[in-house]
């Protein structure tokens, strides 16, 4: 009767068998010519059938041992006798080992599968194999469960669990955060998109695995169509599929820069090629790198314009989360725009940058260079005109990426240090030209990164930064330059509005306001000042005046001004008292912060919220820190190694409640050291740098109305 049944389709059997009754087999038959699928998935999907009953047909049809797996727990060490690549791709799972007899169990879908046994004796290194069959579902999940339960540090190697986390290997970043016994998706959705119905049930179930949200696709256009209701961060897109996949890309790249596209031939592709990639990617960038500084040091320069554009154009790619593949192109471009000016003879290339990009072009396309890296070059400087708001090409990406660097690249000298007025002039300058020359979401994150690396600068200087005022931008010279020597960090502006913009953002330690006109001109700045929120009687203001007006301004001590100093007299006074003020300021600081190990406490006016922040995210404490504002209200914030992880004020939460504290100029804090263990629950997920930000431009708003009026 065995040989009999085994002539038989799966169906016949489970019918013969008694399992299932021919009406399921039609309905199961029906569905799978819909949906595609094996049978036997879809009478245990529809609970026609439990596994033990299907296994049993599967024996009977295969001629051959089953195996029951819902309930197995595979040892680690037989787990690794199986490279993980290998029993994701031939979709396989060791789950037995007799060292007696160095047999080695394995469940397959199909034992007989000749190419599959052979494939397993080479890579178990010469143990005698013995196939199972297993249903496909129950395989499957066992194979996620055993190969994916926990993260790895490594590509190819199992963690001491034996376990290999399949999403974390195809995605951009880890998909979940392990709190408890509970997992929570930390990506949102991905986009499979396949025309290989087995394929992407196996793709879609590792990830649905690791608590991903999937949709599916089987062509490029109906693809468009999703990316249009829904955001996704990662998109699959097998290389077969139908469709315009180019407009896909295009139209995903416009949507969201940062989404994560990755072509793929096969399941075994997608998990093994990422970190060959990656490392590929970034050792190409690095000899880059390497090339451009042998052009400096022939210059005898520490760096030179090209060098700092592909630096910066590889940073830019990264902050905008753009895949392995369009960085490289992009930063190539990059690094090279300007290569002609060292190809030709210098007094035959034009200065004009945009002369040097075409003759840059012109002998690319002589050397049958990319042709993409040279598109990405002609896009360069273009009018955008408001054409890109559907699509957006690769091309023209990398063109604004390298256009936005370039024209930075030539306001800030190589190896300057960018400080804050003349950042604020170059923002403003990308605001003027946003959605003319410049993609809004490349402008956006390239001010991110040059915010970020502008508040580390002023986190290196303690206590030394210095903000002056005035009309004179000699007399201004003359002292910033004094200080300067003595270790001071400065920043001038002789614009109202731009002196209190940066006032709002940089917190100084002290101010000057240089005082040039007569005395009652003087207090109606000081006036002004006060008015728009500059806080002259909270911080250490300092007024330098001529010998003439000085001493019809002693009564602005009554306002809490810090000292008067004459101009024409020497300045060393001036930094005497500052060089006093700036160290009372770091005693009082650090006493606060130690406080004989018990926690720290102290006032709103002498450390607020973001002085407090950009203290502790340096030193990576982890603590419990409580703002109080004058009319007793808490913010109650935690955080995690510097790091903002729970805040609660007045019942907002995470961010928002943060930005309550940010105004506050009264009141008191206190630190206390937690451990780890007894954090809350997160319910922030932002850096403190990006809330800063956000609380600082907030702060704007709800201080200054129209200015318009003041000179």
Known sequence: MSDQQSNLRLDEILVFEGLVSEEQVREALAYQREHGGKIGSHLMRAGHITESGLVKALSTKFDCDGVVLADMVVPTEVLRMVPADVALARRVLPFDYNAEHNLLKIACEDPKDERLMNELKFVTQGKTIKLFVGAELSLKSAIARHYMAQPRENSTQLTESGSLPIADTILAEPPSTTLGDQRRPARGQVLLVTDDDNEGERIQALLEQQAYRVARSDSADDAIDLIGAEEFSTVFIKDTVPGDYIDLIDRLRKISPKTNVRYFESAAKLLIDRDASGTESDLLVKNLDLYTSLFASRQKEDSNHSHVVGKHVERLCRQLGLPNKERLLITTAGYIHDLAKYYYNPNDVPS??????????????????????????????????????????????????????????????????????????????????????????VVNAFVDMIQRDVLKTQKEVKFGQVM???????????????????????????????????????????????????????????????????????LPTFIVAPANVAPSLTSLFERGIEDLIVLDESLDLLVVKMKKIRDRLEHEANRSRTNGGRGSQGLLKDMNLIDLLQAMGPSRKTAKLVISSADGTDLVMYLEH??????????????????????????????????????????????????????????????????????
């Open 352 to 441: 004009d940058p945009r002369q040097q990009i075409e003759l840059t072009i012109k002998l690319l396309d002589s050397l049958n260079y990319s042709p993409v890296v040279i598109e990405i070059l002609r896009s360069m400087y273009i009018n955008l005109r408001s054409k890109y708001t559907k699509r957006l090409p690769i091309e023209v990406l990398g063109g604004n990426i390298v256009t936005i660097v370039d024209i930075f690249s030539d306001n800030v000298k190589v190896n300057e240090k960018l400080s804050l007025d003349k950042f604020e002039a170059i923002r403003r300058k990308f605001d003027e030209l946003t959605g003319k020359l410049f993609l809004a979401e």
């Open 468 to 538: 002056i005022f005035g009309e004179d931008k000699t007399d201004i010279g003359r002292v910033e330059r004094q200080l300067q020597v003595e270790g001071f960090r400065t920043v001038s502006e002789t614009k109202y509005r731009e002196f209190v913009d940066m006032f709002s953002r940089s917190r100084p330690n002290m101010m000057i306001l240089m005082a040039s006109k007569s005395p009652s001109q003087v207090i109606s700045m000081i006036d002004d000042l006060t008015n728009m929120g500059v806080e002259v009687d909270e």
């Open 642 to 711: 510097g790091q903002i992880r729970h805040a609660d004020c007045n019942g907002k939460t995470g961010a928002e409640a943060v930005y309550e504290g940010i105004p506050w100029t009264e009141g008191s804090w206190m630190i206390e050291p937690v451990s780890v263990d007894s954090l809350p629950e997160p319910n922030n997920s932002l850096s403190n740098e990006s809330i800063l930000m956000e609380g600082c431009r907030l702060l704007d708003e709800s201080r200054f109305g129209d200015t318009s009026e003041i000179p």
